[in-house]
């Protein structure tokens, strides 16, 4: 089996690529990859030519061979989200030639379902209890709310905010806080993160996730080991050597690498068997895409440790585009496909409809219908 061809996929105006890799024998693989969409394009376009006529079922030679053919291109940025959607797209191809799910191919799984939490931001913050009713009513049990405003406002002002979402939630939903603290020039330093987290603790929140800017690796390090909840971060992060000074710190309680960004499952799972040396969790970002959610259903049923896929809900990308919608069990866990590869058919139609209608991603906000709009 060769690899003959792919075609790139634009569906946003922003940030989201989709890969689709052709085989000599019919086969098609689907990748995702979360970067400015004209960068990630210009970098598989130059990345092509690596990837062509090799056999996919050697997925993690050719990845490989195009992380150490990029070290004068810029390795950690879109370019390594390009590879991302490479290494996915060959995942989905290897399984579906073996005749297996992705989370065999990864080793085994662990789960036949895994648990899933709803992810929106705060803002629209007057139909936020709204929003929150509507994912329990959908079946989620856990909730991650994030960003604008949090951070950006009081102490008091943030308190307010959680204690009308801890009432919307109610005492038996899982929350979770992301400060969003890879936004330009963020404002909160330890003492002020610390400040947030023991507030957080009242409210029983779950995790407490990029509390303070990526690069402030002793801040975290000194917050992981004050706060009463779990600290959470690591998103921007790519390729498993910039964890490890992370681990090494123990600056974090909980990992969340990217598939589509941190160099694909290959990367993933390495850096699952590097946290799991340190008695870090791991729980993947997931705020991307249809393929995206498949990849970390697959990557969480291969982990021992409880872990939870993100779902970014009422996002196009993740509940539009699927022959078949992700539908939450009645435990508020996604099940993990049994058939070969992710497990996922993409509709080619919908992504065109989407680029014609000039879609932007994280543009869309939730109206009073329950509807998501550009």
Not at 48 to 62: A, D, G, Q, T, Y
Not at 84 to 109: E, F, H, Q
Not at 236 to 242: E, K
Request: proline share 5%.
């Amino acid at each position: 089996m060769k690899i003959t061809n792919w075609h790139v996929h634009t569906p946003d105006q922003r940030f989201h690529v989709f890969l689709e890799i052709e085989t000599d024998n019919g086969l098609t693989g689907w990748g995702a990859g979360y970067s400015y969409g004209g960068q990630l394009a210009g970098a598989l376009e130059w990345l092509k030519r690596f990837v062509m006529n090799e056999n996919p079922l050697e997925f993690e030679r050719i990845t490989e061979k195009l992380h150490q053919t990029t070290f004068w291109l810029g390795r950690g940025g879109a370019m390594t989200h390009a590879i991302s959607a490479v290494n996915i797209a060959l995942w989905d191809l290897a399984g579906k030639a073996l005749g297996v799910p992705v989370s065999v191919l990864l080793g085994g799984r662990y789960h036949e379902a895994v648990p899933a939490y709803g992810s929106v931001l705060f803002v629209p913050v007057e139909t936020l209890a709204g929003r929150i009713h509507t994912m329990r009513e959908r079946g989620f049990r856990s909730i991650k709310l994030g960003w604008d405003p949090f951070g950006r406002q009081s102490l008091a002002e943030d308190e307010k905010l959680i204690r009308l979402a801890r009432h919307a939630a109610g005492d038996e939903t899982n929350l979770m806080i992301d400060a969003g603290g890879s936004y330009p020039f963020w404002p909160l330093r330890y003492k002020d993160a610390l400040e947030r987290a023991q507030m957080l603790a009242n409210y029983g929140v779950y995790w407490f996730e990029e509390a303070l800017a990526p690069d402030d690796i002793e801040g975290y390090q000194r917050l992981a080991d004050a706060s009463p909840v779990k600290i959470s971060h690591g998103e921007v992060l790519t390729r498993r050597q910039s964890f490890l000074p992370y681990f090494q710190r123990r600056a974090m309680d909980i990992v969340q690498p990217d598939a589509t960004k941190v160099g694909g499952l290959s990367e993933m799972r390495r850096i699952a068997w590097m946290a799991a040396e340190y008695g870090i969790d791991v729980v993947p970002h997931g705020w991307n895409t249809a393929v995206g959610v498949a990849s970390d259903i697959h990557f969480v049923a291969s982990l021992a440790s409880r872990s939870f896929v993100e779902f970014n809900v009422g996002n196009p990308l993740v509940e539009q585009i699927t022959g078949t919608p992700f539908r939450l069990d009645e435990h508020g866990c996604l099940p993990v496909p049994a058939v070969p590869g992710l497990g996922i058919e993409i509709d080619r139609e919908r992504l065109r409809h989407l680029a014609d209608t000039g879609f932007a991603s994280e543009t869309w906000t939730w109206d009073e219908n329950k509807e998501f709009e550009a």
